[in-house]
């Protein structure tokens, strides 16, 4: 059977608005989908929806829709996205307006059953991650738009490829191969050269470690293209994106991505759990990776279900010092907000010392330090008025040159992200077709263990022979991406070369992550290894708190994690630099 080419126009609520429009105009296409869906933006939408229940879908989608419509229905380009959010049949109403207004005759198609609120009760949002039979069963009744609910990210891929090459729920292998394709696709342009490591030495020219064809020459990281996937009969793919569009697809961009948010080998979803460690990865070509070789398995007999709930309220002011005696300044400000808070202290106080300021400056911006509090508790003025009114009333009553850079607000509510499990037969994973008629999608046919074994860990490779090192960042020899998962953040670490795997691989240790990440000192970090793609993948347990919504860290996604790492200092030998 012929290609399947599934391109991505979104990797997140607010991604580029242009890029539904710039997918549908550069190239071919036969299906593009849209990732709007992630732990934050379920619980923006759920705030919405208490507004007004009418809401509760992401309303960037329809104006997207309104300019690129017609257009894709005149390329015969099938639209899937994830839009749908807490109201996927709200939405595919809205859609079927906006396509009588505009005159464009279209078959709107909706999934639903994620939906477990009522299950559990003081839950804003309570949404099971459903796989892509449901979206597949859609396609194959003629829609020309699918819009749904929760799904995993790679279920927008999955689908697609299942209805298109007639796949049954047992072809593990095949589903495998479409859930890499569509874990690589779901972030957008983080496939093309976007949030990647190595782009200083890949922007305007080849990128030095690629394996093989260079690219288009331009390789213009201002602007990157969205990738697309050319899905085959067998599972197998090309990742690549349109030519002449900006960035680059290597074996760099796309073992990054394929390390963003896992965790060991097995990669589980509600279609199939696809083992990571069997992934094959060649440059097949200027902005072309071949993606083959992966095995799957049964999936989990349980589906994932994201819970969000408010967790109180938060505040937070950021203390500007400036000049001498830093750390003597911090200290009288701690000490006098401490003697504020005697009467009324919130139920988390939490500070944070943020040396900015650099000695002899020649700007008073850059001889600043920022000293940051972040207060939290259930009652809102505890966090408002009585953070506000002990901070400002220290404006003459605390160390030289004070000042703030905002004054603290009211406090705002802020959000907990859990995770539960639910029996994949006891959910009830529906399409409903633009005629109203509700196709069950039935549980997968056999399930694994509820609990997945680790895979055993492989071989080390024989380390390198002893020889000269010199102390340098590991970026200059490694590669990393980072991310969230609930409370847990990950770290994914790949060399280029099989001299660097030898020593990564030995020197990279759980215990000398913990070294190098001072904050990870007291948390549990699993390390799983993945040698055909030459990489280590951190798991830090409870790192971000109760998750993204919770604004636990100054980076509360983790996303510049492994940026940190790459540029902690350790010994490296000399033969890798």
């Not at 990865?281 to 071949?290: E, T």
Request: proline share 7%.
């Amino acid at each position: 059977m012929s290609v399947l080419r599934v391109g991505n126009a979104s990797g997140f609520y607010g991604d580029r608005f242009d890029a539904l429009r710039e997918m549908l105009t550069d190239g071919e296409l036969d299906v593009l989908t849209g990732d709007y869906l992630a732990e934050l933006t379920m619980l923006i939408l759920g705030r919405d929806r208490l507004k007004d229940p009418a809401a509760g879908y992401a309303r960037t989608f329809l104006r997207q829709l309104e300019e690129c419509l017609g257009l894709a229905r005149e390329r015969g380009v099938r639209i899937v996205a994830n839009a749908g959010g807490l109201n996927p049949a709200g939405l595919a109403d809205a859609v079927r307006r906006l396509a009588d207004r505009l005159g464009v005759p279209v078959r709107v198609a909706h999934v639903e059953g994620d939906d477990l609120g009522a299950r559990y009760p003081g839950s804003l949002t309570a949404h099971a991650y459903l796989g892509g039979f449901g979206i597949a069963a859609c396609l194959r009744e003629g829609a020309d738009v699918v819009v749904t609910g929760r799904v995993t990210d790679a279920a927008l891929v999955t689908g697609p490829a299942a209805a298109h090459f007639g796949w049954d729920a047992t072809q593990y292998d095949r589903l495998a191969g479409a859930v890499v394709a569509g874990h690589v696709l779901e972030c957008g342009t983080q496939a093309t050269g976007g949030n990647y490591a190595f782009f200083a030495g890949a922007a305007g020219h080849a990128h030095a470690g690629s394996r093989g064809g260079g690219g288009d020459g331009g390789r213009d990281l201002r602007r990157p293209g969205f990738p697309l996937a050319e899905i085959h009969e067998d599972g197998s793919c090309v990742i690549t994106k349109h030519p002449g569009t900006g960035g680059f697809v290597d074996v760099g961009t796309v073992t990054a991505q394929l390390l963003y948010e896992t965790a060991g080998a097995r990669y589980a979803g509600p279609d199939v759990t696809a083992r990571l460690d069997t992934v094959r990865l060649a440059q097949d070509g200027p902005d072309r990776v071949r993606v083959d070789g992966v095995r799957g398995e049964a999936p989990p007999p349980t589906l994932k279900v994201g819970r969000t709930r408010l967790g109180g309220f938060r505040n937070e002011v950021v203390f500007v010092l400036t000049g001498l005696d830093i750390e003597a300044k911090a200290a009288l400000v701690q000490e006098q907000m401490a003697d504020a808070f005697a009467k009324s202290r919130p139920e988390q106080i939490r500070w944070e010392l943020v040396r900015t300021d650099r000695p002899d400056a020649d700007t008073q911006e850059t001889a600043s330090a920022l000293l940051r509090l972040v207060v939290r508790d259930p009652d809102q003025a505890l966090v408002g008025r009585a953070l506000s009114g002990a901070a400002i009333e220290l404006a003459l009553a605390s160390y030289p040159g004070f000042h703030v850079l905002a004054p603290p607000g009211k406090g705002s509510p802020y959000g907990v992200f859990e995770a539960a499990y639910v029996p994949q037969e006891e959910v009830g994973h529906v399409a409903v077709l633009d005629d109203g008629r509700r196709v069950p999608v039935p549980p997968p046919p056999s399930s694994a263990a509820r609990v997945l074994e680790p895979v055993a860990e492989a071989d080390l490779p024989e380390p390198l022979p002893p020889g000269p090192v010199r102390r340098a960042p590991l970026g200059l020899v490694a590669g990393a991406r980072s991310g969230d998962k609930g409370p847990d953040a990950n770290v994914g670490v790949w060399v280029r070369t099989d001299e660097a795997w030898r020593w990564l691989a030995h020197e990279l240790t759980a215990e000398r992550l913990r070294e190098l990440l001072p904050e990870s000192r007291d948390l549990t970090v699993t390390r799983h290894s993945l040698p055909r793609l030459r990489a280590l993948n951190f798991v830090v347990e409870g790192l971000l708190g109760a998750g993204v919504a919770s604004q636990h860290r100054f980076d509360p996604q983790a996303k510049a994690l492994g940026e940190w790492l790459r540029s902690r200092r350790l010994d490296i030998p000399e033969a890798l630099l």
